[in-house]
């Protein structure tokens, strides 16, 4: 399978707020940098360089001024005299304003954000940029007729919505490339995101448009991150009514439970009968996963991948989460190499 990478990603490497304390975040470079070791050791493929694309690609999915405040952000906060993460602290929660974009940058920094897992650094514009040209690069490749492309994409995606950013994520790499198959003259188009999270970024951004179908297995939002989001009744509004489909799952999921809903998903993306798919790929259903809680082990990898397979379409896979950086490599490696055994 052909890999798109790209180092960029290390020019990202921040902190986030987690029980109470600033640490280093778990989605660091060592993730891409063992994923890409693994893709050379198992001779996956030939590995490629991203293409560069205009900011008008991103603005497909996001807001104008969300693209223009991630890349500006860092010199704002920067101007403050400040040398630290750029992370937000205020949020606009019920019944406050938010049709009025605040100037102060910590004022806009909450006004995008969904919490305090996205640190911006003065790399970080750069990496997110990059990692939405892989996907961005691998849509393409399927667009001209690739059965199947890896975009190892870091920072992760799925969690951005068309204007905020959260959880480790500031484009949605997954949806610039749904919505670039599009463009590209896909008529049906899934999104199937098994990262441990509900994508609620994906979601939200396809959640009134039936070309787009989203379809999600991921904790349970009532245990797990994002909470607010990524429960069974969310069916999608309007035209979209009937093209999303969530599967919150219980803590201590294992395979044997997490192959039910798969089938059931796999069958209504069947029955969709989409043009190509794009697979938001998170390992941090892993069993031994720091931060999540599904039972998922190395083999099962395999397994997932070759249920891909059997839908038997042209296949983008866009990497997301995982934190388990010691088995990250074998275990989204595992899926690519299930694909296409
Ligand atoms: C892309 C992706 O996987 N983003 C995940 C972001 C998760 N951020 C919040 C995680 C909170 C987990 N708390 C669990 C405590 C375990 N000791
Ligand atoms: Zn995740």
Redesign the pocket.
């Known amino acids: 399978m052909l890999t798109i990478y790209s180092d960029k990603h290390h020019l990202h490497h921040g902190t ?1 707020l ?2 109470g304390k600033l640490k280093p975040c ?2 660091m470079p060592g993730r891409a940098d063992t994923i890409l070791a693994r893709v050379q050791k198992e001779a996956l493929g030939e590995i490629i360089a991203p293409n560069a694309y205009p900011v008008s690609v991103y603005t497909r999915v996001h807001s104008e001024r969300y693209v223009r405040f991630l890349e500006s952000a860092w010199s704002q906060w920067q101007a403050m005299g400040r040398q630290h993460d750029a992370l937000p602290l205020t949020w606009p929660v019920r019944d406050m304003r938010t049709d009025i974009e605040p100037i102060h940058i910590d004022g806009k920094l909450g006004f995008y954000a969904m ?1 305090a ?1 996205v640190p911006i650094t003065a790399g970080t514009w750069e990496a997110v940029k990059s990692s939405a040209d892989l996907a961005l690069t691998g849509a393409d490749k399927i667009a001209g007729g690739l059965p199947a492309a890896f975009a190892l994409c870091r920072p ?1 995606g ?2 951005a919505a068309s204007e905020y950013m959260g ?3 500031y484009l949605n790499n997954a949806a610039i490339a749904a919505q670039s198959l599009v463009d590209q003259g896909a008529k049906k188009v899934v999104v199937l995101d098994v ?3 509900h994508g609620n970024g994906t979601q939200t951004i396809f959640y009134d448009r039936p070309d787009v179908m989203f379809v999600s297995l991921h904790g349970d939002p009532l245990h ?3 909470y607010y989001l990524g429960h069974k009744d969310e069916a999608g509004k309007g035209e979209g009514l009937g093209f999303n489909h969530n599967y919150p799952l219980p803590h201590g999921t294992d395979w044997a439970h997490y192959q039910i809903a798969l089938a059931d998903a796999l069958q209504k993306i069947q029955a969709y009968n989409p043009d190509a798919v794009v697979i938001s790929l ?1 390992v ?1 259903t892993f069993e031994h996963d ?2 999540s809680q599904f039972k998922l082990k190395n083999s099962d990898y395999l397994s997932l991948g070759q249920q891909i397979a059997s839908l038997k379409k042209p296949t983008l896979f866009v990497m ?4 388990m950086v010691d088995d990250i490599g074998i275990n989204a490696v595992n899926v690519l190499k299930g694909f296409e055994n």
């Open positions: 986030e987690k029980d778990f989605e919490d897992g992760p799925h969690h959880g480790y994520c990262d441990y999270h797990s991150y994002p998170g941090d720091p931060i997301e989460g995982g934190y």
